[in-house]
């Protein structure tokens, strides 16, 4: 079925929503996204969504009308006129249409395109039995420092290789060879009791979700230590997990040949997934 | 004024040529490009640009309908039907839409966009008095190794890195702090009449260009080294240049603060501009 799509202030089915053929986006990557989980037509924690856009446009230099609220109300539209309960959002801003060449001299209006569809949560088998990673050949880049862009080739060809491998995801390692993130959110592991995750650098996305996760494990007054992670520490993790806001907290199993927790979700990720989700329903607007 | 493209098989106007909002190509860069020069309707070694868009598409599983004289029509008519002498061609081939998710299950049919508008080659003062580069402090990754992929965010922050300094475009090292490429180009260097070019590696596409001026160095007899070049070999070059299709040998006569060859284009640098325009003259079709 068409879905309607709001793009640069409009309201239009898929079918008349199509982008400019010299649209930057499509050309170049020249923008960024922000995708969020739909909760009985509700979102959780838009405003960090938008402050991690705005932030990013800036240093792109491209400009932003929508605010927060602007967003807040055509994400609830669309949610409507769709029919969106449990759904997933994605908002991608571009710079439009430019002048031939990399600068993107004489942009014309900015391109912000909005979507929100019925997706279902991954199959809560998932969860139960946690997913198979693999740590991937392909390399995340430090290229464009943190920016959610619409650059994704790398996690795209790591994807791949998990599946030729018949595994769920990948794990990436930045170009010094640490652990950076799975290929569509952060990656975390436990040790004696202690949450770990990558500090944040150029190679490592500042996601929304990981940074509740220590959010909800410093008020749990779990001990939680942001640093360089080494490959191996996967390996002698009691247990890892991979957050996002799409799949939020998804518990990883095994790795490579590696069983982890024995191939089983660990206390910690249990206790994870059950906060996350409360605090969702609590907050969810 | 409104330019016919050509998408999926279709001779369209600009303005009904819409792409999807759900073209992975827009969504995630899924999609590979070539980028050609028009020599008054006419294209200068095509063979070898789907050659690499072949290869490139089969790593990421996007089969393609077209083959060489099918692309070889197309650029043909839209030449013809845009009015197009002196210009630019793009061909664009992306995964099309797909089920939501990195790894593109079920794809429906790739896209395939070709356009072809009239663009004079740069002002050729630019040529005589040669560029201004800087070496830019974004890097370029080794992610998707060496495919010409849509993902040009580094190049796009390095190239606005270089017009926020005032210079004409930028030089980007890879992650071990060599030299790499230009923003839109491969990059050479002359030193003791010998001719020297980061060797293909991840980080290095092999340009089209770049093959065609080794090509003529080597039927020239002049000394040809593929290999890892470091940042100071540009301080202490004899000249420097940038290749790509669009501009074909630019003479790069400044970089940050340094003056190469006195700010002049160097002798070897001239007779490659020359003898590749005369290729082209000879061999465009």
């Known amino acids: 079925m068409s879905q309607t799509i709001y793009r640069n202030g409009e309201y239009v089915p898929e079918e008349q929503a199509g982008i400019s053929p010299f649209d930057r986006g499509l050309l170049y990557g ?3 996204f922000e995708t969020l989980r739909c909760y009985d037509g509700k979102f959780f924690r838009l405003d ?14 491209i400009p932003l009308a929508l605010d927060e609220q602007g967003f807040a109300g055509v994400l609830r539209e669309l949610a409507k006129q769709n029919n969106v309960a449990s759904g997933v959002a994605r908002i991608v801003v571009t710079r439009g249409v430019a002048e031939f060449g990399l600068l ?9 395109l909005v979507t929100c569809w019925a997706q279902a949560m991954p199959d809560i088998k998932r969860y139960e039995t946690g997913i198979h990673c693999i740590v991937a050949n392909e390399r ?3 290229a464009a420092h943190g920016l959610k862009s619409l650059n994704y080739i790398a996690q795209i060809l790591a994807r791949r290789e998990a599946n030729a491998a018949n595994a769920d995801d990948a794990v990436l390692l930045d170009s010094h060879g640490h652990v950076a993130e799975g290929s569509a959110g952060n ?8 949450l ?9 996305l500042a996601g929304i979700t990981r940074a509740t996760v220590l959010e909800i494990a410093r008020a749990d007054k779990l001990p939680t230590v942001e640093r360089s992670v080494h490959q191996n520490d996967l390996f002698h993790a009691d247990e890892v997990f991979l957050t996002s806001s799409v799949a939020e907290i998804m518990p990883v199993t095994r790795i490579g040949s590696h069983w982890v927790h024995l191939g089983q979700p660990g206390p910690v990720t249990r206790e994870m997934i059950r906060a996350y989700r409360a605090l969702v329903l609590r907050e969810a607007k």
Chains 1, 2 share one sequence.
Not at 187 to 194: A, G, I, M, S, T
């Open 187 to 194: 990656v975390f592991l436990v040790r004696d009791r202690e």
């Open 140 to 142: 995340l880049s430090s």
């Open 196 to 204: 770990v995750t990558p500090a944040l650098q150029p190679e490592i």
């Open 30 to 32: 020249d923008g960024l």
């Open 48 to 61: 960090r969504h938008i402050e991690r856009l705005r932030s990013g446009l800036k240093r792109l230099e």
């Open 104 to 112: 993107g001299k004489h942009a014309q209006e900015p391109m912000v």
